[in-house]
Nanobody
């Protein structure tokens, strides 16, 4: 059973940066596609970025391309999300997720393991 724990959320002004980190334990993390999702109040959980098991494969929601970067370190069992140029519409609870096999997909129902979430608030 994989456990995921996010950290790094907080309050930031528009245009600022945050780095989220997700630490995994309890399973073969290096074999799993992983992703970051976010959920704003009253909205559905939404795919933000994903990384396949092999380093170098990364996928992004269109609205964050060029601003967010996902990176994973399989030796440390971590996956980070560097967020630059933050906008108020990026405000949400951000979740780390992993699935037991396959490829990165955008549907949250396809992921088997979830962290508890970390709040990101972008406001002046």
């Amino acid at each position: 059973q994989v456990q995921l724990v996010e950290s790094g959320g907080g309050l930031v002004q528009p245009g600022g940066s945050l780095r989220l980190s997700c630490a995994a334990s309890g399973g073969p993390f290096s074999r799993y596609p992983v992703a970051w999702f976010r959920q704003a109040p009253g909205k559905e959980r939404d795919f933000v970025a994903g990384s396949g098991p092999s380093r170098g494969s990364a996928y992004y929601k269109d609205s964050v391309k060029g601003r967010f970067t996902i990176s994973r370190d399989n030796a440390k069992n971590t996956v980070d999300l560097q967020m630059n140029g933050l906008k108020p519409e990026d405000t949400a609870v951000y979740y780390c997720a992993a699935r037991r096999g396959g490829i990165v997909v955008t549907a949250p129902t396809s992921y088997d393991y979830w962290g508890q979430g970390t709040q990101v608030t972008v406001s002046s």
